[in-house]
């Protein structure tokens, strides 16, 4: 028995439409909606009276999917925003780009925010985090050498 791929990843997200532009303006391409409740979701994701929409982004190459998840109840009570990048859990998704100023320039136009500094690593990487809508962080990373 063994792991066949990793399918997706999930991020819980509280506006869908702004999370879904942010993963388009990164490059990813919108992929299917759609809405889910009942006993079938309670059971799985452990809580009751789940009403979610949801919608998964594709990457270029076809080989991995965010899945953007947005729960309209039950509710959820708890400020998750300025949670900083040592925070146990995931806290945050990597893609590689080819043109890393073009990528932030377009992720900051749109209302995106640097986390910390561009950086070059070693000659080898020019790396950095960007924090998107719902506290989303992504390591955006442009091979140099």
């Known amino acids: 028995m063994a792991i066949e791929r990793m399918d997706h990843v999930g991020v819980v997200v509280d506006d869908l439409d702004a999370a879904k532009e942010f993963f388009v303006q990164l490059g990813l391409e919108p ?10 979701v309670d059971r799985i994701v452990g809580l009751d009276g789940v009403h979610s929409e949801l919608v998964f982004m594709q990457m270029p ?30 806290r945050h998704l990597s893609f590689a780009v080819d043109d890393l100023d ?26 950095c985090y ?8 992504v390591e955006l990373a442009e091979r140099i050498g």
């Open 31 to 40: 992929g299917g909606a759609e809405s889910v409740e009942g006993g079938w």
């Open 102 to 127: 073009a990528v932030v320039a377009r992720l900051r136009a749109w209302g995106a925010e640097l986390v910390g500094d561009v950086e070059n690593y070693e000659n080898v990487y020019r790396l």
């Open 61 to 90: 190459d076809g080989h991995g999917r965010v899945e953007l998840v947005k729960f309209h109840a039950p509710p959820y009570e708890g400020n998750h925003l300025d949670a900083p990048s040592n925070k146990p859990g995931i």
């Open 130 to 137: 960007v924090r998107g809508p719902a506290a989303i962080i």
